[in-house]
């Protein structure tokens, strides 16, 4: 077992978090005990976060205790990781607006008290503004076509110097343009408001994303 970042293992080659709802899977990923302690194995087909790790990505910021907003956090299975991440003294805010992936998202939280389910629109934040504190980390990964526009609106949740981890879509954007062309439009709509930090390729695990790493100014 070796230590990636902090919370974020490699085993035998295969990424795992601590779980912090010992003996309960999220996807049905193996749980891994070592040394009196239990891990869950990350799938990066089923994780963009995880698939980023594995590409090499140099900056993850999510550290024990942080408070993490997640938008598009569907039923639960990156946002899981991250709560592992945090531990019971961080919180990651989950917002999803499908009713029926809110329903899976709510069985998860259940059985970790850092995870806080909330139903809504990421494009409409007063809708969850009253029960998200101050982050020190926002996730976003939400299948729309104004998702600059998003990540800009939630970043009244974000503190100054805080990282934002941002999913470009760009098929659910504009599937008429190139890759490229719609991920620099996106990242230059937040220009005034971050500062780009990395960003990846999420080949072979996903095509046509790009995940990146900005930092609020």
Not at 195 to 211: G, K, N, Q, Y
Request: aromatic share 10%; with cysteine.
């Amino acid at each position: 077992m070796k230590e990636l970042y902090g919370g974020v293992y490699s085993f035998d080659g295969k990424l795992a978090t601590k779980n912090l709802a010992k003996g309960r899977r999220v996807y049905n990923e193996d749980l891994i005990q070592y040394e009196g302690a239990e891990y869950r194995t990350w799938n990066p087909y089923r994780s963009k976060l995880a698939a980023a790790i594995l590409n090499g990505l140099k900056n993850f910021r999510i550290d024990a205790g942080n408070a993490v907003l997640y938008l598009g956090a569907a039923t639960g299975t990156t946002a899981s990781h991250v709560s592992d991440v945090v531990g019971e003294d961080g919180r990651v805010y989950c917002v999803e607006i499908s009713e029926r992936n809110m329903r899976e998202l709510i069985k998860v939280c259940e059985s970790r008290g850092n995870m806080l389910p909330l139903l809504g629109d990421a494009m409409h934040t007063e809708r969850y503004s009253d029960a998200v504190i101050k982050c020190d980390a926002i996730y976003q990964d939400v299948s729309a076509r104004d998702q600059a526009l998003i990540l800009k609106a939630n970043s009244v949740f974000l503190k100054k110097g805080g990282y934002a981890y941002f999913v470009i879509k760009s098929q659910s954007i504009d599937i008429s343009r190139k890759p490229k062309e719609v991920f620099d439009q996106e990242l230059a709509k937040l220009e005034g408001e971050f500062e780009i930090i990395e960003t990846l390729s999420l080949e072979p695990f996903d095509s046509m994303h790009l995940f990146a790493v900005l930092r609020r100014k």
